[in-house]
Every structure is written in C-alpha cells, then in structure tokens.
C-alpha cells in the first residue's frame, strides 16, 4: 500500500553504513589561539587546569578527539581552548600536551613492564619520611632517590615526627649523596622547607601515616586533606586519594610555589630505571661513566671490575661510592624485602 508523501518521518531514513554525504577530513585545527595551562587533578575522564595567565581560575576540560589516546597526567603543560571562564557546568578541551621537562615514573614491582607516571615537570621531589611510627625505611627513599635521578628531579628529604626520634642515624645513611634534608616535625618551624618549595613545582611522596596529609595542610591551610592514624601493625591508612596540585600561598614578594600532593605509596617498583640514568645525575659522575665498558652497571668488582667510578678521588669518589651502594641497595631490594612492601599489599587509590 503506499503512502502519503506527509506520513514520512526520520524513522523511514536508511543510510548505509560508510556512505555518508559529507566526507571525513584528517585535516585538524591548529589551535593557534589555544591557551596554556598546567593539569592539576584528574578524575574519570576530566582533567582540572589552571590557566598560566590566572592561575586562580580552574577549568574542567576533557581531552580532545585528535589526542586520541595520548595519556595526560597531573603537571603536564597543555593547551586548551572552548570555554575557559570555569563557571560551573562548563568544559573547556585539551587540544595539545607539551613535551615533559621531568617525569616522576613508578611500577608496582621490579618485574612489571607498565610504567605509571605519578607526575610530570616537577622540579623537585620531597620525600616524606616519619622518624618513628611507623619506623623509617632506608629501602623506600633509597628507591625513591633512584626515581627522582633518573626523572630529572631534584630530590629532598623531609622528615616529620622529630619528637620521637633523633634523626642523626636515619640521614647518615645519604650523607655522600649531598641530599638536602629538612625537619619537619609538628613542632618545628616551616620556615626553610617553605623557602625550598617558593617558585618550584614540587611532588610530595611517601608511605601512608608518615604525616604527608597533616604537612600538606600546614602549607596550604585551605587545602583541608584528609589525616588519618597508622594501623597497630605501623602501616598508615590511604588518606589522599588522587594525585592533586595544590597552590602554595603567595610569598610577601609574590612568589608562588606549587605541590603535588600524592596517594600513599606502599611499593615502589623500578622496572623502568636503568644505572646509568641514575649516574647522569651526577655531573662529574656522568663525565667519568663515559670510560666505562659497554654494559657497565657501575656495581664494582667482581660484577664490573673496569668501572671507571673507581678511578675518581677526593669528594667525587665518596659521592660514586655512595651511588654505588644505592644501585647495589636498589638491586638487592626486591617487592619481597622487608623494606619494599609487595604489590598485593599496595591497596593504593590511584
């Protein structure tokens, strides 16, 4: 029976599939007129940025199409277009990711191929590390030094809970390696760790309980991140949940610092890290490493018995020695040691 030519609606229309009337173009804007902004959160498909031209106003972007899949993490340097006001209910787009000055890399164990990226251009890394409850772990900043040398970080030590134990011993352990350390206990002043953040991007790392969260919140008063109490067994509870930038108050010079406060890490693999990336960081050490054979891993003897790290004196040799003892400490230490806790026990929210 036929129909009225009136009787036809959308539902009638069939298109085949790939026969479209208008042709695909690979062709994309060059956004030109993007603005640049740096990533400080990410949740579930969208990314918080602030603007470098008002770093107060955040907007909430999802990643263009033309990225595809290209990965964006907290730190990165993008550009973004569409509607940059960050009112509510608003979504701007990021529409190209710059290259990464530094990256803060980690795998759940030694042996697992898949690199997570905790941060991207920080300047430095603050390793938050209590003196007693729970205990301290030479294992634990020893890998997180190796992560921060082979990322182009600058590493400090923090140390909290200085009413409960002297610190003198802890730190004699990386004594040679020149690292900055600064107290930061509830009694002390925050005076110098704030001159060392003023003008840096800086990610703040460590194990669940040692006093990130409460240092987190004497830095940045309005950050309001959650505290929680160490378990009887001297392991922390995750109380930060997602990696976060969080603005530092502006200096009587107007001088802004950022940080990056992290989730609690339990294991630190590092698959992704090789010797000589940890080497490099050292500017006399780089230099001397280039006598070295082919696959030197700078162990020393028996292991690599021509390693030109053996050849240096004064205080360049005390400083390969003691680089030598962290790769050994970090070779040595696998996701079963004591001092590393394996994989399954990283309950992380990430």
Not at 98 to 106: D, G, H, S
Not at 179 to 193: K, M, S, T
Not at 327 to 340: C, R, W
Request: charged fraction near 30%; aromatic fraction near 2%.
């Amino acid at each position: 029976m036929s129909r009225r030519a009136g009787s036809y609606d959308e539902s009638d229309v069939r298109i085949r599939p790939g026969k479209g009337s208008r042709p695909r173009t690979k062709t994309r804007p060059k956004h030109d007129d993007a603005e640049t902004a740096m990533v400080v959160s990410v949740d579930r498909g969208r990314w918080g940025v602030v603007l470098d031209d008002d770093p107060d106003r955040r907007v909430v972007t999802m990643r263009a199409r033309e990225l595809g899949r290209t990965p964006v993490v907290v730190g990165d340097r993008v550009g973004v277009v569409g509607d940059l006001s960050g009112r509510p209910d608003t979504l701007a787009r990021i529409v190209r990711v710059e290259e990464r000055r530094t990256v803060l890399r980690r795998t759940a164990d030694d042996t697992d191929p898949y690199e997570r990226i905790v941060v991207a251009n920080a300047d430095q890394l603050l390793i938050v590390t209590a003196l007693a409850d729970p205990p301290p772990r030479t294992g634990f900043v020893e890998r997180a030094l190796a992560a921060a040398y082979a990322g182009g970080l600058s590493p400090v030590l923090c140390l909290t809970k200085s009413d409960l134990a002297d610190p003198d011993e802890f730190v004699s352990h990386f004594a040679d390696l020149d690292l900055r350390v600064v107290i930061a206990g509830r009694d002390d002043g925050i005076g110098e760790l704030q001159e060392i953040l003023a003008h840096k991007l800086t990610a703040l790392i460590g194990h669940s309980g040692v006093g990130k969260s409460t240092l987190v919140n004497r830095l940045v008063p309005d950050a309001d991140r959650a505290t929680g109490i160490v378990s009887g067994v001297g392991k922390g509870r995750h109380t930060s949940t997602q990696s976060v930038v969080l603005a530092l108050p502006e200096t009587a010079d107007g001088v802004r610092g950022w940080v990056v406060d992290t989730p609690g890490i339990r294991s630190f693999g590092l698959a992704h890290v090789t010797p000589d990336e940890i080497v490099d960081a050292f500017d006399d050490l780089r230099d001397a490493i280039d006598d070295c054979p082919r696959g030197c891993t700078h162990l020393g003897p028996p292991a690599d018995p021509e390693c030109a790290l053996d050849a240096l004196d004064g205080a360049s040799h005390r400083r390969a020695m003691a680089v030598r003892e962290l790769l050994q400490s970090v070779s040595a230490t696998g996701p079963a040691d004591p001092e590393v806790e394996t994989a399954s026990d990283a309950r992380e929210t990430t």
